[in-house]
Nanobody, 123 residues
Framework: QVQLVETGGGLVQDGGSLRLSCAAS????????MGWFLQAPGKEREFVAAMYWSGNPMGYADSVKGRFTISRDNAKNTVYLQMNSLKPEDTGVYYC????????????????WGQGTQVTVSS
Protein backbone atom coordinates (compact mmCIF):
# COMPACT_ATOMS: atom_id res chain seq x y z
CA GLN A 1 0.00 0.00 0.00
CA VAL A 2 1.23 3.48 -0.81
CA GLN A 3 0.76 6.43 1.53
CA LEU A 4 0.12 9.91 0.15
CA VAL A 5 0.44 13.33 1.79
CA GLU A 6 -0.58 16.52 -0.03
CA THR A 7 0.65 20.04 0.69
CA GLY A 8 0.52 23.41 -1.02
CA GLY A 9 -3.09 24.48 -0.92
CA GLY A 10 -4.23 27.95 0.08
CA LEU A 11 -6.08 31.11 -0.88
CA VAL A 12 -5.26 32.79 -4.19
CA GLN A 13 -6.86 35.46 -6.34
CA ASP A 14 -8.49 34.86 -9.70
CA GLY A 15 -5.70 34.45 -12.27
CA GLY A 16 -3.12 33.43 -9.69
CA SER A 17 -1.00 30.29 -9.36
CA LEU A 18 -0.39 27.52 -6.84
CA ARG A 19 1.68 24.37 -6.82
CA LEU A 20 0.41 21.30 -5.00
CA SER A 21 2.73 18.52 -3.88
CA CYS A 22 1.99 14.88 -3.12
CA ALA A 23 4.67 12.93 -1.27
CA ALA A 24 4.41 9.17 -1.71
CA SER A 25 5.84 6.43 0.46
CA UNK A 26 5.44 2.72 0.88
CA UNK A 27 6.27 -0.36 -1.07
CA UNK A 28 5.98 -0.55 -4.85
CA UNK A 29 4.85 3.08 -5.19
CA UNK A 30 6.74 3.29 -8.47
CA UNK A 31 4.23 0.93 -10.08
CA UNK A 32 1.29 3.23 -9.56
CA UNK A 33 -0.39 5.70 -11.83
CA MET A 34 -0.63 8.97 -9.87
CA GLY A 35 -3.37 11.50 -10.22
CA TRP A 36 -5.16 14.53 -8.84
CA PHE A 37 -8.88 14.91 -8.20
CA LEU A 38 -10.96 17.91 -7.20
CA GLN A 39 -14.01 17.89 -4.97
CA ALA A 40 -15.73 21.23 -5.36
CA PRO A 41 -18.31 22.36 -2.76
CA GLY A 42 -21.49 20.36 -3.15
CA LYS A 43 -20.10 18.26 -6.00
CA GLU A 44 -18.65 14.81 -6.48
CA ARG A 45 -14.94 14.23 -6.68
CA GLU A 46 -13.75 14.56 -10.27
CA PHE A 47 -10.60 13.79 -12.22
CA VAL A 48 -8.10 16.59 -12.86
CA ALA A 49 -4.81 15.10 -14.10
CA ALA A 50 -2.76 11.88 -14.04
CA MET A 51 0.59 10.39 -14.98
CA TYR A 52 2.72 7.31 -14.44
CA TRP A 53 5.98 7.48 -12.50
CA SER A 54 7.63 6.74 -15.84
CA GLY A 55 6.19 9.98 -17.18
CA ASN A 56 3.72 8.36 -19.61
CA PRO A 57 0.91 8.79 -20.31
CA MET A 58 -0.39 12.09 -19.08
CA GLY A 59 -4.01 13.09 -19.12
CA TYR A 60 -5.95 16.17 -18.13
CA ALA A 61 -9.56 17.12 -17.66
CA ASP A 62 -10.73 19.44 -20.43
CA SER A 63 -11.40 22.18 -17.87
CA VAL A 64 -7.71 22.42 -16.89
CA LYS A 65 -5.90 21.75 -20.17
CA GLY A 66 -3.39 24.49 -20.89
CA ARG A 67 -3.55 25.78 -17.31
CA PHE A 68 -2.48 22.86 -15.09
CA THR A 69 0.63 20.70 -15.40
CA ILE A 70 1.30 17.42 -13.60
CA SER A 71 4.91 16.41 -13.07
CA ARG A 72 7.02 14.25 -10.79
CA ASP A 73 10.38 14.15 -9.04
CA ASN A 74 11.34 10.51 -8.71
CA ALA A 75 14.24 11.27 -6.38
CA LYS A 76 11.79 12.85 -3.93
CA ASN A 77 8.91 10.41 -4.60
CA THR A 78 6.73 13.44 -5.15
CA VAL A 79 4.09 14.35 -7.71
CA TYR A 80 3.23 17.97 -8.37
CA LEU A 81 0.29 19.85 -9.79
CA GLN A 82 1.22 23.30 -11.07
CA MET A 83 -1.96 25.35 -11.37
CA ASN A 84 -1.84 28.59 -13.37
CA SER A 85 -4.56 31.04 -14.42
CA LEU A 86 -6.71 29.83 -11.56
CA LYS A 87 -10.45 30.50 -11.66
CA PRO A 88 -13.06 30.58 -8.89
CA GLU A 89 -14.48 27.31 -10.27
CA ASP A 90 -11.16 25.62 -9.43
CA THR A 91 -12.03 26.03 -5.74
CA GLY A 92 -12.31 22.89 -3.64
CA VAL A 93 -10.34 20.13 -1.98
CA TYR A 94 -7.64 18.57 -4.13
CA TYR A 95 -6.82 14.93 -3.51
CA CYS A 96 -3.80 12.98 -4.63
CA UNK A 97 -4.56 9.41 -5.71
CA UNK A 98 -2.72 6.24 -6.64
CA UNK A 99 -4.17 3.55 -8.88
CA UNK A 100 -2.90 0.44 -10.59
CA UNK A 101 -3.35 1.91 -14.06
CA UNK A 102 -4.49 5.03 -15.88
CA UNK A 103 -7.71 3.26 -16.83
CA UNK A 104 -8.54 2.26 -13.26
CA UNK A 105 -7.72 5.76 -12.00
CA UNK A 106 -10.10 7.33 -14.51
CA UNK A 107 -12.72 4.78 -13.45
CA UNK A 108 -12.32 5.86 -9.83
CA UNK A 109 -10.87 2.54 -8.66
CA UNK A 110 -8.29 4.13 -6.38
CA UNK A 111 -5.79 2.17 -4.32
CA UNK A 112 -4.84 5.06 -2.04
CA TRP A 113 -6.07 8.61 -1.38
CA GLY A 114 -4.29 11.45 0.30
CA GLN A 115 -6.02 13.50 3.00
CA GLY A 116 -6.71 16.41 0.62
CA THR A 117 -5.63 20.05 0.53
CA GLN A 118 -7.97 23.05 0.24
CA VAL A 119 -7.61 25.49 -2.64
CA THR A 120 -9.73 28.63 -2.65
CA VAL A 121 -9.72 31.02 -5.61
CA SER A 122 -11.30 34.38 -4.86
CA SER A 123 -12.91 36.51 -7.55
Amino acid sequence: QVQLVETGGGLVQDGGSLRLSCAASGRTFSRYCMGWFLQAPGKEREFVAAMYWSGNPMGYADSVKGRFTISRDNAKNTVYLQMNSLKPEDTGVYYCAAALSYTTLLAGRISSWGQGTQVTVSS
